[in-house]
């Protein structure tokens, strides 16, 4: 069974920067983070493919946040910057998809198809 476990999150005011792990207990393909604020559905943030390359992002992040991986150290990364105080929620990272499901629609469906997921870790944006 995959474990994965975030860490990083933490308070910062508008306009900070962040970086989130997620350090994997065995190899992944295709990836993810998520967050969910309270009172919201959870919603996708950025999805990279098991290669690495054509990585997606949430409108609402684009130019800001950028999602890397490191295959030695089978760690996520998500550099978080120009941070915003609506980006405050729990942070989850995601791995492995179902049969049928790429990264792309794992993202626009808030996670939906990926089958491993971390703990979570808090971000907290102050204005």
């Known amino acids: 069974q995959l474990q994965l476990v975030e860490s990083g999150g933490g308070s910062v005011k508008a306009g900070g920067s962040l970086r989130l792990s997620c350090a994997a207990s065995g190899y992944t393909y295709s990836m993810g983070w998520f967050r969910q604020a309270p009172g919201k559905e959870r919603e996708g943030v950025a999805s990279i493919p098991s290669t690495g390359d054509n990585q997606h992002y949430a409108d609402s992040v684009k130019g800001r946040f950028t999602i890397s991986q490191d295959r030695a150290k089978n760690t996520l990364y998500l550099q978080m910057n120009s941070l915003k105080p609506e980006d405050t929620a729990m942070y989850y990272c995601?791995?492995?998809?179902?049969?049928?499901?790429?990264?792309?629609?794992?993202?626009?469906?808030?996670?939906?198809?990926?089958?491993?997921w971390g703990q979570g870790t808090q971000v907290t944006v102050s204005s």
């Open positions: 995601a791995a492995n998809l179902d049969a049928g499901w790429t990264p792309l629609q794992a993202l626009e469906s808030g996670g939906r198809g990926f089958m491993f």
